[in-house]
């Protein structure tokens, strides 16, 4: 009886684990096929085309059509590859792309783990994902995707550490390690105001991080084909790209979280608090991923030797002293808060 009992249990927890996966999942989802559709859209409109507009109304059905494409297509694995390694590679930075939203709050209390270190276990997930890349470059055994991989490892790791002093300038203000207490923190003065400065430093860099243009080095198609992606097909090149789109999500909402004071209205006032507070959140979220999207319109891409410059030579100098003078300001005027 105990016995029976116990893989009952086992069983019901399973299937609790897997309600709460797909409560995570499927929003996710459904987020980045708006984004990629809302990204052709905007890309269209800049340089006057159309965009998707056949399959579907407006075009709405083209990005599923599209993953449904990959789905029935055949998974070719290169002779030379090692094959496990190929495989996994895409599982996890798919894994990780959603085990990251887990602590993303998207409304007072609408969070499916509240833990008091989320800034931290974002930005652990965010360094876990530079392997999924690495996995993929180095398994497939071919040298454009190797580079590409190279690449984007010397990328991301550049590129965190200027995200790493940005965060500890907010975190300073804040005197919590915590999603939600950042956002409340903001009640006042939503942060992109005293810190417009480190700001535009944790957009470009969210940019250099998600391998966005014109960052888009690992995958630069007229150098290396399609970088760590060129030996993949069918189902594991959809998880590379569903791990990429939400990842670009992930750092929207840090974004929106950090400077814009998440689900919080832009006035303390009745007619904007009569708006639900995920309303808000995710029109902060638009607003982030079209400057996102915008900014891949027209900017031209980086040469690699820019790039670096950019993250080693400029953003970390800045968000150094930006560090230091948040500080500073904060213990010459009191307004240091209390640390529980």
């Known amino acids: 009886m105990s016995a029976l009992t116990l893989i009952s249990d086992n069983i019901f927890d399973i299937f609790i684990i897997l309600m709460w996966s797909m409560v995570v999942f499927v929003p996710i989802l459904v987020g980045v096929i708006l984004a990629v559709y809302g990204d052709r859209k905007i890309w269209a409109a800049v340089q006057k085309r159309k965009g998707p507009n056949v399959v579907g109304p407006f075009g709405l059905f083209q990005v599923p059509a599209d993953g449904l494409k990959y789905i029935f297509k055949e998974i070719i694995i290169p002779d030379g590859a090692d094959k496990i390694l190929f495989i996994f590679a895409p599982i996890l930075t798919f894994s990780l792309a959603i085990a990251a939203w887990s602590v993303i709050p998207v409304q007072a209390g609408a969070v499916l783990s509240n833990i008091n270190v989320g800034i931290l276990y974002i930005f652990a997930i965010s360094s876990l994902g530079v392997y999924g890349i690495l996995i993929a470059g180095w398994s497939s055994n071919s040298k454009y995707p190797f580079f590409g991989a190279l690449r984007s490892a010397a990328q ?15 975190l300073m203000c804040v005197g919590s390690l915590n999603l939600t207490d950042i956002v409340l923190a903001q009640k006042k003065i939503w942060f992109v ?14 940019l250099a991080e998600t391998n966005r243009p014109p960052f888009d080095l690992p995958e630069a198609e007229s150098e290396l084909v399609a970088g760590y992606q060129t030996e993949y097909s069918a189902i594991p090149f959809v998880l590379f790209f569903f791990g990429e789109y939400a990842n670009i999500l992930l750092m929207c909402s840090l974004t929106t979280i950090l400077f814009l004071g998440g689900w919080l209205p832009p006035l303390d006032i009745t007619p904007f608090n009569m708006i639900p507070g995920f309303i808000w959140f995710l029109l902060k979220l638009i607003f982030v991923f079209y400057m996102f999207a915008m900014v891949k319109a027209f900017v031209p891409r980086y040469r690699y030797d820019q790039l670096m410059r950019l993250g080693w030579k400029v953003f970390l100098p800045v968000s150094l002293a930006a560090v230091v003078l948040t500080s500073s300001i904060l213990f010459f005027f009191n307004l240091a808060p209390d640390l529980i």
Do not use: C
């Not at 991301?156 to 907010?170: A, C, D, P, W």
């Not at 105001?193 to 969210?206: D, G, N, Q, R």
């Open 156 to 170: 991301m790791v550049s590129y965190e550490v200027s995200i790493g002093f940005v965060i500890v300038t907010v």
């Open 193 to 206: 105001i005293p810190l417009f400065p480190m700001f535009v430093v944790f957009f470009i860099s969210a």
